[in-house]
T-cell receptor, first 115, second 114 residues
Framework: AQKVTQAQTEISVVEKEDVTLDCVYE???????LFWYKQPPSGELVFLIR??????QNEISGRYSWNFQKSTSSFNFTITASQVVDSAVYFC????????????FGAGTRLFVKA | NAGVMQNPRHLVRRRGQEARLRCSPM?????VYWYRQLPEEGLKFMVY????????ESGMPKERFSAEFPKEGPSILRIQQVVRGDSAAYFC????????????FGSGTQLSVL
């Protein structure tokens, strides 16, 4: 069965601090996809990244970086030099090819960035 | 190329009324997924449809909820005899044929039941 765990319910940081959001997943599939989404207070879902199970390379996009480690079933997300606009709920998600790409979301981590 | 369109953006219903939520997938997308987000929770899968077919409805409540994706027109999520517990944000996503991992989400419909 697939499962996504985001153990951090809320994180509060001061602007310019670095922050890492943790994500641990469970799956029996060998082909799967991992995602991060941002949900700002306005409510829409903003796609951040998709990573397939065969690509363990870490990725950096501006202030965002992702660390995918199959050995620990983790897909962590780091924001460097956080800004107030980063305040949002962040969701990690998992989609299995065998499951028709039905995406399972974690419970989310609410990030507060204070000025 | 318009994204996934959901309407209405906000829907208010009284207990016992029906709610109809619409989702127009991106052009060329033949797969539609519906998700529900209860307050302060993550998104929960409800149903996966292709044109004229329900592929997976394992997340749909057994009663009062139904979904369709007709050959022509938008996908509809229908909730009959709404109750306060149905108040939530309902998100629709679509994907191209053969590329189910490429999900594109709409902006959601916020349903409030009075």
């Amino acid at each position: 069965a697939q499962k996504v765990t985001q153990a951090q319910t809320e994180i509060s940081v001061v602007e310019k601090e670095d922050v890492t959001l943790d994500c641990v997943y469970e799956t029996r599939d060998t082909t799967y996809y991992l995602f991060w989404y941002k949900q700002p207070p306005s409510g829409e879902l903003v796609f951040l990244i998709r990573r397939n199970s065969f690509d363990e390379q870490n990725e950096i996009s501006g202030r965002y970086s992702w660390n995918f480690q199959k050995s620990t079933s983790s897909f962590n997300f780091t924001i460097t030099a956080s800004q107030v606009v980063d305040s949002a709920v962040y969701f990690c998600a998992l989609s299995e090819a065998s499951g028709g790409f039905k995406t399972i979301f974690g419970a989310g981590t609410r990030l507060f960035v204070k000025a | 190329n318009a994204g996934v369109m959901q309407n209405p953006r906000h829907l208010v219903r009284r207990r016992g009324q029906e709610a109809r939520l619409r989702c127009s997938p991106m052009k060329g997308h033949s797969h539609v997924y519906w998700y529900r987000q209860l307050p302060e929770e993550g998104l929960k899968f409800m149903v996966y449809l292709q044109k004229e077919n329900i592929i997976d409805e394992s997340g749909m409540p057994k009663e009062r909820f139904s979904a369709e994706f007709p050959k022509e027109g938008p996908s509809i999520l229908r909730i009959q005899q709404v109750v306060r517990g149905d108040s939530a944000a309902y998100f629709c996503a679509s994907s191209p044929p053969g590329e189910g991992e490429k999900l594109f989400f709409g902006s959601g419909t916020q349903l409030s039941v009075l």
